[in-house]
């Protein structure tokens, strides 16, 4: 089931994102600060979170929200998937709420930024699966070696 997390689900998220087995504590603790504002800021902060459970327990999480400074284009911040629940739709079913929500919202672009790395070959290819395009890369934008990976998909266009 969709839903939105709340205060309570804030451990449980960044315990899912910390054994993802590519976030680095940096990314957990990014993560968890987007989560302290979603919860506790007017607007949650600019930023959109929802996540996947079965039975209470958490599966995966999408944040996202609106680029700012442009007009209709969005950001894909994070997509997580419980290592146990992966290959099992749970990204699709993400993703396929973010862009329900992003079309009422009138969005025009989303634009998703990723690592060239090896451990995220399979999230490149699932954007790939999933209608994304991609873009751009810039050599060693992360660490020498580690490449920005930029995909775009596009929506209300012929």
């Known amino acids: 089931m969709i839903d939105r997390p ?5 451990p449980g998220i ?3 994102v910390a054994h993802a087995g590519v976030f680095t504590s940096v990314d957990v603790e990014c993560v ?12 949650h902060g600019g930023y959109e979170f929802i ?9 995966g999480l999408a944040c996202y929200g609106s680029t700012p400074l442009t007009e209709g284009t969005f950001d894909l911040y994070w997509l997580c998937v419980a290592a146990e629940a992966r290959r ?8 396929a ?11 025009r ?26 873009q751009a890369t810039i050599p ?13 998909k596009r929506y209300g266009e012929a």
């Open 97 to 107: 709420e973010m862009e329900a929500d992003l079309r009422r919202l009138g969005a």
């Open 51 to 59: 996540v996947d459970r079965e039975d209470g327990r958490l599966l």
């Open 32 to 43: 968890g600060e987007l989560l302290d504002d979603y919860v506790h800021k007017p607007g």
């Open 6 to 10: 709340t205060e309570a689900d804030i």
């Open 14 to 16: 960044l315990s899912m």
């Open 140 to 152: 060693d934008y992360y660490a020498p070696g580690d490449d920005l990976v930029v995909y775009t």
């Open 88 to 95: 099992g739709g749970v990204a699709r079913r993400l993703v």
């Open 109 to 134: 672009l989303l634009v998703v930024e990723t690592s060239g790395s090896d451990g995220y070959r399979p999230a490149r290819a699932f954007y790939l699966a999933n209608g994304f395009q991609r």
